[in-house]
């Protein structure tokens, strides 16, 4: 009997298996690779903001006016900081989430819920996912065109909401259709199954199992919008004000703006006062990420 006739075949198949094991073992240190990028790519960035803006972040700082003097904004001086961007970035914030939720929400759940499948659905459904990749600075020409001069909005504190509203809105909706879909359709079903009506399934059996997922999306895509600064720029919002939007049609400010503005300064001085600012809008965007997590998990009936 010949050599090769008497080899085991199992001698094979346990080199496949190692071959096999090493592309596995190969794939998790790319992975582990591309997470490790991220995060050092977070703490560079955020070590880094820190140590430029340490000593700057005062009280005063977020309750006084900017200065364009630099001398303001150190220890013992007048005082001055990024108070009005700061109360500009929580009202859009907060009338941009108004207008989501009703706008985002309910076309998600009419397209899910209640619209006939059809070809005019899938159509929709489409540019809808395609709007979502679409640049901020068209959804800022967009603001401008239909909000400022069409509607006579003017650069206002709402022109501004609606046009970030345009801008995450794609992705609010894909992101609940997404949380309604992950509701077992038995459960819709065995609600039938005792007499309720479309509307009382929708509200008592599928929104309650879909919210963790509907609220992540839209807080994560509102932590988006905050830090945007093109579209708002298009649509006219001031780079630097002195005093708070009192009103819906108030002219405005918000943070990224204000930091553009420090950074482009010629004074060394006001790159550490950019930093503070970066600081402060990075710990809203942590602040409302966090706030995601908490609903998630509070709702979340796995846990």
């Not at 010949?2 to 998790?28: C, H, M, W, Y």
């Not at 005082?79 to 914030?93: C, D, K, T």
Request: hydrophobic share 50%.
């Amino acid at each position: 009997m010949s050599t090769d006739t008497a080899r085991s075949p199992f001698t094979d198949e346990s080199g496949q298996i190692e071959r096999k094991r090493q592309i596995g073992r190969l794939f998790v240190a790319i992975c582990f690779a591309s997470t490790l990028v991220g995060i050092v790519a977070l703490i560079a960035l955020i070590a880094d903001v820190i140590y430029e803006s340490w000593g700057w972040v005062t009280w005063e700082f977020l309750t006084y006016p900017p200065s364009q003097s630099i001398e303001n904004y150190l220890p013992g001086g007048r005082g001055a900081g990024i108070y009005p961007a700061l109360i500009g970035s929580i009202f859009l914030i907060a009338l941009t989430a108004v207008f989501t939720i009703f706008l985002g929400v309910g076309a998600a759940v009419y397209l899910e819920e209640y619209a006939p499948e059809s070809r005019l659905k899938s159509f929709i459904e489409a540019n809808i996912a395609n709007l979502a990749g679409v640049p901020s600075i068209v959804y800022g020409l967009l603001g401008l065109a239909i909000f400022v001069r069409a509607m006579q909005l003017g650069s206002s504190l709402i022109a501004g909401a609606l046009t970030l509203t345009l801008l995450i809105l794609p992705i609010v909706i894909v992101s609940t259709q997404e949380a309604l879909r992950a509701v077992p359709d038995s459960q819709r079903q065995a609600a039938y199954g005792v007499g309720a009506t479309q509307w009382q399934v929708t509200r008592d059996v599928v929104l309650p199992r879909a919210l963790p997922g509907i609220m992540t999306g839209t807080i994560l895509s509102l932590s988006r919008a905050i830090g945007e600064t093109a579209p708002i720029l298009m649509i006219g919002a001031a780079t630097s004000m002195f005093i708070a939007p009192d009103g819906l049609t108030s002219p405005f400010s918000a943070m990224p703006m204000m930091i553009f503005e420090w950074a482009t300064l010629p004074q060394a001085g006001f790159q550490h006062v950019a930093a503070a600012g970066i600081v402060v809008l990075l710990t809203i965007l942590l602040l409302m990420n966090a706030i995601a997590i908490f609903i998630r998990n509070k709702y979340d009936p796995r846990s």
